[in-house]
């Protein structure tokens, strides 16, 4: 492979690795309207958009009541939920089927009760029934797991016990991201958290709008935000899995507040509703929290799907989605991801070959101009307007365009990025195994050292190597299609056929064997290729 692509693939790994980084996050809108900030449960105060947010960021949190706190756990094939007597609320989530928390607390729980403690009124081995009563209502609040798929529906009752008209309306914890917990319970936890937090992300999809932060692991003043408006879902999402809560009633907008820097609350704001004496109103959500699959979201119709981003780049984005589509559609019929990334990588390399080729042949071009090249500059040295001029003109002569070696692997670009983050964040290679590899998500470790080696640690990968094998003979293949006259140019072209394998190789040792995968076949294909071009003619430099 030219030297040139291995920098063009060198440069956009490192762009892909510190994206989240190095990318600002979307500026807030300032919708200048007037948010209804809820007193009570009836009553309706006017403020600004900027207070409201300051009112709720700064008031004090109410006192937990002396008798303390009861939890009771339900549990699925697929799910385990912890309920809280405390605010009657949905504490924590386990997917069991992949063995992974999400760091949320307080999902769909009424903020202005939630400090409060609510009888277990009904557990059963799918439902949960809280109530709670006061001299004004009596709230029932249930859950329900499903048993087939990764949802659960919640449900809220305000029955009106007074002799007159309520309006009622509340503020719901769609739900709160809680980082406290992350990244201190042992070395791997804290490896994969430091490695995976910039994909954490809240997303709020109202009508007019889906607003995103990334790198949502530390919050401040600058997440403060509100929305008047009404409100889709609001959900969080980390490298493979998804929370999702779904108000099924009428919505007045969403609060952002960040309770402090390791916790934030994402709060949906209900429309008022008029309950007459002895009477009562429901309201139901939706909740998701499961794998980030794309089709399975889909399936629900609420347009969860959206969620689902690979970059912010409409193009970019749109190839991802094409591959991961692809690559699931193959599985369903060839049902193994180690088998099927294979055949994807092959499908692509081809499908790309001919802009290789093109770009490959116009790079000899360009090489075989360049001792006439090094004249013109020679000559021209005092004079750079006519120097680019003559060479202009001996690329017209010749019949090279300047960017003909850039331009098809610029074009390639979008494809190879789109792939890398498909394998990256595919849930679906999780836990799949494939030859020696157990779980295509990670590196492959064939075995591991009793010692920790600098830079590779102690786990011996066998994937990597295998790559840097294959690249150093490529790169072998690659000098023999030229004869280079300049000794300092071979030099170069030396050192780099050692130091680029053994870079990229380190690059890639810890990345998921999955991904790995792909880019050693790419490079296997690049290889035969190089070999097919070393036995044309060589060019004399």
């Known amino acids: ?73 339900i549990e699925t094939d697929r799910l385990a939920a912890e309920f809280s007597n405390i605010g009657g609320v949905l504490s924590k989530i386990y997917i069991k089927e992949y063995a992974a928390s999400l760091p949320l607390s307080n999902i769909g729980t009424i903020v202005q ?47 009106n016990k007074t002799n007159m008209s309520k309006l009622i309306n509340w503020d719901a914890y769609g739900m709160v991201i809680d980082m406290s917990s992350l990244g201190i319970k042992n070395n791997i936890d ?35 935000k509100n929305h008047v408006g009404p409100v889709r879902w609001v959900g969080f999402r980390n490298r493979y899995f998804c929370a999702i809560f779904k108000p099924l009633y009428e919505t007045y907008g969403y609060v952002l507040a960040p309770l402090s820097d390791e916790k934030l609350a994402l ?25 980030e699959n794309f089709e399975a979201l889909q399936r629900y119709k609420y347009g969860l799907e959206d969620i689902a981003r690979y970059y912010r780049l409409t193009l970019f984005d749109a190839i991802a989605k094409i591959i991961y589509s692809a690559m699931h559609g193959l599985h369903r019929i060839i049902p193994n991801w180690g088998v099927c990334i294979i055949l994807i990588s092959t499908v692509i390399y081809f499908a790309m070959y001919p802009l290789t080729l093109k770009s490959m042949m116009s790079m000899k071009k360009m090489q ?13 040295k005092d004079n750079p307007q006519k120097m680019n001029t003559e060479v202009m003109e001996l690329y017209k ?33 999780k836990g799949a195994n494939f030859l020696w590899i157990k779980d295509l998500s990670e ?40 004869i280079m006259s ?52 060589a060019i004399v430099q």
């Open 190 to 224: 804290k490896h994969n958290y430091e490695r995976d937090r910039a994909m954490f992300e809240y997303v709020v999809a109202s009508e007019s709008v889906i607003d995103r932060k990334n790198n949502a692991f530390r919050f401040s003043s600058k997440d403060a």
């Open 486 to 537: 300049d000794p300092a140019q071979a030099a170069q072209q030396k050192i780099m056929s050692v130091i680029m394998p053994v870079f990229l190789g380190i690059v890639f040792y810890n990345f998921a064997s999955g991904l790995t995968l792909y880019f050693t076949m790419f490079y296997a294909f690049s290889t035969a290729m190089q070999w097919k071009m070393s036995r044309e003619p």
């Open 397 to 429: 002569k010749h019949k090279i365009n300047p960017m003909g070696g850039c331009l098809p692997m610029l074009l390639q670009m979008p494809v190879f990025i789109g792939l890398y983050q498909v394998l990256w964040r595919s849930v679906s290679l």
């Open 267 to 291: 709060t949906i704001q209900s429309r008022g509703v008029r309950v007459e004496p002895g009477s009562q109103v429901s309201f139901a959500s939706f909740i998701y929290a499961g794998p």
């Open 113 to 159: 009760y939630d400090k409060l403690s609510f009888a277990f009124d009904r557990v059963s081995s799918h439902e949960i029934l809280f109530t709670f009563e006061n001299e004004e209502y009596v709230i029932n609040k249930s859950y329900k797991i499903s048993d087939a798929d990764y949802t659960i529906t919640a449900d809220i009752s305000f029955k």
């Open 1 to 73: 492979m030219e030297k040139r692509f291995l920098l063009a693939i060198i440069l956009s790994l490192f762009i892909l690795y510190f994206w989240a980084a190095i990318t600002p996050n979307q500026p807030s809108r300032n919708y200048g309207h007037k948010m209804a900030q809820h007193v009570g449960m009836n009553e309706v105060a006017e403020h600004t958009s900027a207070s409201y947010v300051a009112n709720f960021v700064n008031q004090p949190a109410p006192l937990r009541q002396a008798f303390g706190e009861k939890t009771e756990r």
């Open 443 to 482: 590196p492959d470790r064939l075995f591991i050292f009793p010692f920790k080696l600098p830079i590779v640690g102690n786990e011996f990968n066998v994937l990597p190597v295998i790559m840097i094998f294959v690249m150093a003979a490529q790169q072998k293949l690659t000098s023999k299609t030229m």
């Open 368 to 380: 075989a101009m360049n001792p006439q090249i090094a004249n013109i500059r020679s000559k021209y």
